[in-house]
């Protein structure tokens, strides 16, 4: 969940969230293709979920256009706004369970709200990732959720980028360039990750995204 969240705030504090969202296409859906084909439930778990990853898809290619039309300083502030409340739900939210019976009307509401956030912002964690959490995955099936339902969105924000011009093959030569540090920051992050307790890296990494999600959403009243 770190790679696309935390790289859109911080590349968000020097470029706009369009121009952030494009150089991020590789290496997010590298790193997103790796999580999901990690384990052993790719066709379960995209039999089960396709109704919400075919409305993802849809609703990010359609919000994309919010993304490339928006002024940069408001998407900016979406985006910040956008990684507080991802980060808040995170540090406060109460444990939730989905009942089987509401997945099949359930699942592609969170998939159009999930898409058209992504479009709007770049951002692919609200509401997915809380509404994969409440299906009660066990821990490898819900890693392999997240990397689904990102690469998907990964692949729908380009199609939106590509479709608005927002996107050039030019562009492609310097997200590749991200795959490298992207891989090696993986890497880092697992070293550091076994060296603290769960709960203080998540906290850290939790309070971080709300630091970020701040100085975004409120750069505009301090300019």
């Not at 409440?134 to 099936?141: A, I, M, Q, T, Y």
Request: glycine share 8%.
């Amino acid at each position: 969940m770190g790679l696309p969240t935390v790289a859109m705030g911080l590349l968000g504090t020097a470029m706009s969230p369009v121009t952030a969202a494009a150089m991020l296409v590789v290496p997010s859906f590298v790193t997103n293709v790796w999580q999901l084909i990690a384990g052993p439930a790719k066709t379960r778990l995209v039999r089960r979920l396709w109704p919400m990853m075919l409305c993802i898809l849809l609703g990010t290619t359609l919000g994309s256009a919010l993304l490339v039309r928006a002024d940069p300083v408001w998407s900016s502030v979406a985006l910040g706004v956008a990684l507080i409340a991802y980060a808040g739900y995170a540090l406060f939210s109460p444990s939730l369970s989905v009942p089987p019976r509401m997945e099949p009307w359930l699942s592609p509401i969170i998939g159009i709200m999930t898409g058209a956030i992504t479009g709007a912002t770049g951002v692919f964690v609200i509401p997915a990732v809380p509404y994969l959490q409440s299906l009660r995955l066990d821990r490898d099936e819900l890693v392999q959720a997240l990397g689904l339902s990102f690469t998907v969105s990964t692949i729908a924000l380009a199609v939106g980028l590509v479709l608005h011009s927002a996107f050039h093959v030019g562009q492609m030569s310097l997200s590749a360039l991200a795959i490298v540090p992207a891989l090696v920051g993986m890497w880092l992050g697992q070293k550091i990750r076994n060296r603290i307790s769960p709960g203080g890296f998540r906290l850290c990494f939790l309070v971080f995204l709300v630091v970020l999600g701040l100085d975004l959403a409120l750069r505009p009243l301090l300019t």
